[in-house]
Antibody, heavy 119, light 107 residues
Framework: QVQLQESGPGLVKPSETLSLTCTVS????????WTWIRQPAGKGLEWIGR???????NRNPSLKSRVTMSVDTSKRQFSLKLSSVTAADTAVYYC?????????????WGQGTTVTVSS | DIQMTQSPSSLSASVGDRVTITCRAS??????LNWYQQKPGEIPNLLIY???SLQSGVPSRFSGSGSETDFTLTISSLQPEDFATYYC?????????FGQGTKVEIK
């Protein structure tokens, strides 16, 4: 079955750029939306944005100017960059697949990667 | 942005109880409503999509209902493994938004 795995630095300095990659295995990356969600410790879920395999993106306006997403179908990877990070960006970051049936539920999730913003 | 409001924020219940969690959207979202379960230290798991469709592999004691602005997640007979936090999420418009979560605890 399809599996997702996030990778990237666990520690990022304030004002620098957080970079994460999600690798898809077990299924095609094509013809799906792929999405990023984050969750600060002890808090709820926040949607960061989504990318289609054509490269089309939608980003959360609360983060929009700092978020860049990309996809590399040949590597079965999609990526997130979040610039000018602060301590408020410390969270577990998840990548997820968006089901293309029904109501676009996020049906497959990566295990999550903890990113801490600290000097 | 569409605001999603869940109630209650937490509840205590016993094994075998019927549990109902509600989710209200700040505007109509048709049936574009999903429910997730997240156990402590685990990743979210899609339970219900399109307001009332059971995701593959999810036990039939979970059900969803509603449309437009008012939605409900029901657990017909609470099991020990159901103690978790539940989130609703709208996918009608971007930015997709989540409810604040409902924590189901053991009474």
């Amino acid at each position: 079955q399809v599996q997702l795995q996030e990778s990237g630095p666990g520690l990022v300095k304030p004002s620098e750029t957080l970079s994460l990659t999600c690798t898809v295995s077990g299924d095609s990356i094509s013809n799906y939306y792929w999405t990023w969600i984050r969750q600060p410790a002890g808090k709820g879920l926040e949607w960061i944005g989504r990318i289609y395999t054509t490269g089309s993106t939608n980003r959360n306006p609360s983060l929009k100017s700092r978020v860049t997403m990309s996809v590399d179908t040949s590597k079965r990877q999609f990526s997130l960059k979040l610039s000018s990070v602060t301590a408020a960006d410390t969270a577990v970051y998840y990548c997820a697949r968006v089901s293309m049936t029904g109501s676009f539920g996020m049906d497959v999730w990566g295990q999550g990667t903890t990113v801490t913003v600290s000097s | 942005d569409i605001q999603m409001t869940q109630s209650p924020s937490s509840l205590s219940a016993s094994v075998g109880d019927r549990v109902t969690i509600t989710c209200r959207a700040s505007q109509s979202i048709s049936y574009y409503l999903n429910w997730y379960q997240q156990k402590p230290g685990e990743i979210p798991n899609l339970l219900i999509y399109a307001a009332s469709s059971l995701q593959s592999g999810v036990p039939s004691r979970f059900s969803g209902s509603g449309s437009e602005t008012d939605f409900t997640l029901t657990i017909s007979s609470l099991q020990p493994e159901d103690f978790a936090t539940y989130y609703c999420q709208q996918s009608y418009n971007t930015p997709w938004t989540f409810g604040q979560g409902t924590k189901v605890e053991i009474k």
